[in-house]
C-alpha cells in the first residue's frame, strides 16, 4: 500500500463540493492532497529529473531530421527560439496559477482550474458563464497529448524490440556505416506491443511522484548512457558543411516547425511537478535549469547529426547508426528511458480521469476503481498502437493541434485575461497576442505536417517513425 496508497476521503471530499462536479477533476494534484500524509514531497533533484525526463521523450530522436528540413542556420536559430517561447509560456503558466491562488485564496490551482477561475472574471458575460467549459477544453486537451504520447511510446518500444530481435542475425561486432536492411518480420509488431502491456500496467500501479523518481533516475541513465553513444558516433569525422544549405524550402520548414512543436513534451507536468514539491518556491530555478539542458541537447544532437549524415539523414538518427551491438544497444537503452517516461506522461490524464471514477463507487472499492482505471488506460493505449495504422502521425496530428494549445496558445491568453484589468502594459499585451498567433500558427503548421506525412507511401520519412523493414 505504500505505492499505491491515496487519501481518497480527502479527494472524495473534493469532488463533493458543490462547486466543482466530479467531472472538473484537477488536471493535476489539488491543493487538498498536494502532499499525502507522512510525505514530505519532492526535492529538487527529484523535480529536475522528473522535468527532464518529461520532456526528452521520442521527438528527439527525429530532430537532425528536423533541421534538414529547416536549414544548418535557420534550423538550430529556429529550434532555440521555440524552446524559448515555451518555456516563457510556461513560467507565464505558473504566474498566472500563483496570481490566482493569492486571489482566491488556495495554495495551489491547476491548470484547468486556472483556465475556469480567469474566466469567471474576465468582462465578457458569455464567457463568464461558461467558465467552466475553460476547464472541461484544458482537461481534454490534457488527456488527449499525454495518452497520445502514451501510445506513441507504445509504438517505438514495440518497433525498437522487434528490430533489435530481427535483426540480431545480421548484427556484427565491427561497427560499419549501416547499409539498408530488407527484412521480412518473423513476429507482428503487435505481439511485441502485447509483450510490453503487462509490464507497463504494474509500472502506472505507481502512484507516487516520489517513487517514480526513482524510475525517472534509471531513465535518465539509460537515456544519457543512449546519447553518450550517439554523439559518440557523430563526433567523429564530421564532413566540412559546404554543402548543406543554410535555409531549406519554406514548404520542408513547415515540417520542421511540427516536429519542434510536438517534441517538446512537458508542458503537461509543469504545474502537477511544482504543487509535488517540498518547497515549490524553488521551481522556477528547476525549470530554467531543466529546460537550458534540454534546449541545448536539442540543438546539439539535431545540429550535429545532420552535419554528420547530411542529406542521408533519416527519419530517427538510430537507423544512421552502424548495425553493430554497440549501437543497437543504444536502442536497448532508449527504450528502457521511454518506457519509464511512460508512467510520467501517465500521470496527468490519470490525476484527471481517476478521482472522477472513484467518485462513482463506496470509499472500499475506491483501490480497485483506481487499479482498473489505470490498467484500462493502459489497455487503451496499447489497442491504439495496434488498430490504428501509421499511429505516430495520427498523434502527431493530434499532439501539434493539442500541445501548441496548451504550451503556445492559452497561457499568454490567460495572461490576458487575468491582469488586463489591473493595468496591463501595452507591451506585455502585444507580446501575449503575438505568442498566441505564433501559437496558432504552429498548429496549423503542425497539422500541415501530419497530412502531408500521411499522405506519403507508408515507407517514408516521418519524424517519429523508427522501423527499417521495406
Not at 107 to 112: M, P, R
Not at 284 to 309: A, D, H, N, P, W
Not at 346 to 356: D, G, L, T, Y
Not at 364 to 378: H, Y
Request: aromatic share 10%; charged share 10%.
Amino acid at each position: 500500500m505504500s505505492l499505491l496508497g491515496r487519501n481518497y476521503s480527502k479527494e472524495l471530499n473534493s469532488l463533493d463540493h458543490g462547486s466543482q462536479p466530479p467531472s472538473e477533476s484537477s488536471s493535476s494534484t489539488t491543493s487538498e492532497n498536494v502532499h499525502p500524509a507522512g510525505e514530505a514531497g519532492l526535492s529538487m533533484m527529484q523535480t529536475l529529473i522528473h522535468l527532464l525526463k518529461c520532456n526528452i521523450g521520442t521527438g528527439l530522436l527525429g530532430l537532425p531530421l528536423a533541421i534538414k528540413n529547416a536549414g544548418l542556420l535557420v534550423g538550430p536559430v529556429s529550434l532555440l527560439a521555440i524552446g524559448v517561447l515555451t518555456v516563457h509560456c510556461m513560467v507565464i503558466l505558473l504566474n498566472c496559477a500563483h496570481h490566482l491562488s493569492q486571489r482566491l485564496h488556495k495554495n495551489f490551482v491547476n491548470y484547468g482550474e486556472a483556465t475556469m477561475y480567469s474566466l469567471e472574471t474576465c468582462p465578457n458575460t458569455w464567457l463568464r458563464t461558461h467558465a467552466v467549459w475553460g476547464r472541461y477544453t484544458v482537461s481534454f486537451l490534457l488527456i488527449i497529448t499525454q495518452l497520445g504520447f502514451c501510445s506513441v511510446y507504445f509504438m517505438f518500444m514495440a518497433d525498437n524490440l522487434q528490430q533489435m530481435v530481427e535483426e540480431a542475425h545480421v548484427t556484427s561486432n565491427i561497427c560499419q556505416p549501416r547499409e539498408i536492411l530488407v527484412l521480412t518480420p518473423i513476429l507482428d509488431i503487435r505481439v511485441y506491443m502485447l509483450t510490453i502491456l503487462p509490464c507497463l500496467i504494474l509500472l502506472v500501479f505507481i502512484q507516487n511522484l516520489k517513487v517514480l523518481s526513482i524510475f525517472s533516475t534509471l531513465a535518465n541513465i539509460t537515456t544519457l548512457g543512449s546519447m553518450a553513444l550517439i554523439f559518440e558516433y557523430i563526433m567523429q569525422g564530421i564532413p566540412y558543411p559546404s554543402d548543406l544549405p543554410l535555409v531549406a524550402n519554406w514548404k520542408t520548414f513547415l515540417l520542421f516547425f511540427g516536429t519542434a512543436i510536438f517534441t517538446f513534451e512537458g508542458v503537461g507536468m509543469v504545474l502537477p511537478l511544482k504543487n509535488q514539491m517540498k518547497h515549490p518556491q524553488q521551481f522556477s530555478f528547476v525549470l530554467y535549469l531543466g529546460m537550458s539542458i534540454v534546449i541545448v541537447l536539442y540543438i546539439c544532437l539535431g545540429t550535429l547529426g545532420y552535419m554528420k549524415f547530411g542529406s542521408d539523414t533519416q527519419a530517427s538518427i538510430t537507423l544512421n547508426l552502424p548495425n553493430c551491438w554497440l549501437y543497437q544497444s543504444v536502442k536497448l537503452m532508449y527504450s528502457i528511458g521511454i518506457f519509464f517516461t511512460y508512467a510520467l506522461q501517465f500521470h496527468v490524464p490519470a490525476e484527471i480521469i481517476i478521482p472522477f471514477a472513484i467518485s462513482q463507487v463506496s470509499e472500499s472499492w475506491a483501490l480497485f476503481a483506481d487499479l482498473s482505471v489505470r490498467s484500462g488506460l493502459v489497455c487503451l493505449t496499447c489497442v491504439s498502437a495496434i488498430l490504428i495504422p501509421r499511429l505516430d502521425l495520427v498523434i502527431s496530428l493530434i499532439g501539434s493541434v493539442s500541445s501548441s494549445a496548451l504550451a503556445l496558445i492559452i497561457p499568454p491568453l490567460l495572461e490576458i485575461v487575468i491582469l488586463y484589468s489591473e493595468d496591463m502594459s501595452y507591451v506585455t499585451f502585444a507580446k501575449d497576442i503575438m505568442i498566441s498567433i505564433l501559437g496558432l500558427l504552429g498548429c496549423i503548421f503542425g497539422t500541415y505536417q501530419a497530412l502531408y506525412e500521411l499522405t506519403q507511401p507508408i515507407n517514408h520519412s516521418m519524424a517519429n517513425f523508427t522501423g527499417v523493414y521495406a
